[in-house]
């Protein structure tokens, strides 16, 4: 199996990890480190830390490759999930633990004002009434590219089209979205 890219694959080589398979092991390594160490990059912004984190990572992936459940995600899903939680894990582990309140100068929340929160939750409702306007697999593959991670290549493998076809549905996908949240 020299192109691992679909989730029957991906499933096979994960129950193969499962019973101890190393060469299944080293295979999905090949073919789904780039995505994940991209994962830890974008959430560490540190090449090191993230080369670091795809390590632990993937021990991680080979003593739990048992409890993955194909009724309940797919594989690409639950690898990103499991190194999208290292990373932020690995950011959490950055900060000091306590800080003593007199050290402390400022007491104001850092997060969003009301107003702004509620700006937020007005524009997230906006975008689910233009993503509605989209048709729904072209809805769905933005949100899957955009939100999700998955590449072009996934996409128009999932959706059974042309990879140039897939990028023309979501350059006119995100166009008629820019059109609708400017109205």
Known sequence: MANTDTNDDYNMLLSRVALGDRKAFSQLYKSTSPKLFGVCLRILRDRAQAEDALQEIYVKIWRRAGGFATDRASPMAWLVTIARNHSIDVVRARRPATVDIDEEFSLADPGPNPES????????????NCLGELEADRAQAVVAAYVEGSSYHELAEKYAVPLNTMRTWLRRSLLKLKECMER
């Open 117 to 128: 929160h509620a700006l937020n939750r007005s524009d997230g409702r906006q975008i689910e």
